[in-house]
């Protein structure tokens, strides 16, 4: 689908389901983040998070490559004026105690080690709150793209 033919879904969840697909592929998965704009990012690092943290939970997004963005996570989400889950995404990154390394292999090897009930206790409770969905991502996704709509592409 073209970034035209996604201007012209009307219905929000449709289109932030269809431009995530159009944004990820377009830097190929997060392997290519070179390709994306300032608010291109922000909106790939928020579905990524969003995405994961779903799927399997904070463990899993920090342990799988889309941890590699765990270090902009509360940025991006302050961005588009989700400020709760910006802090809560900041709580379940300060569970660790320290920046999680960017590298892939890096932070499979320091959360391997970090491993520890208090951790998986926090991001548990960290995975109940973003569960509760107190902030309308798709509605504030939505508004921060259509605020910067000449950026995406």
Not at 46 to 70: D, H, K, L, P, R
Not at 83 to 106: H, I, R, S
């Amino acid at each position: 689908m073209t970034i035209n033919e996604i201007w012209e879904i009307a219905d929000t969840n449709s289109f932030i389901v269809s431009l995530a697909d159009h944004v990820m592929q377009k830097c190929e998965y997060g392997d290519n983040m070179g390709r994306l704009s300032g608010p291109e990012r922000t909106f790939f690092v928020t579905q990524i998070c969003e995405m994961e943290v779903n799927n399997g939970g904070f463990a899993q997004f920090f342990y799988n490559s889309s941890g590699n963005y765990a270090n902009e996570l509360a940025r991006a989400f302050q961005e588009i004026g989700a400020v709760k889950t910006a802090e809560l995404c900041g709580a379940a990154l300060n569970g660790f105690g320290q920046e999680l390394p960017p590298d892939w292999e890096e932070r499979q090897e320091l959360l391997d080690e970090l491993a520890s009930d208090e951790i998986d206790r926090i991001l548990r409770a960290c995975d109940d709150a973003f569960y509760r969905y107190e902030e309308d991502l798709n509605a504030l996704n939505y508004a921060y793209v259509l605020k910067h709509k000449a950026d995406f592409s």
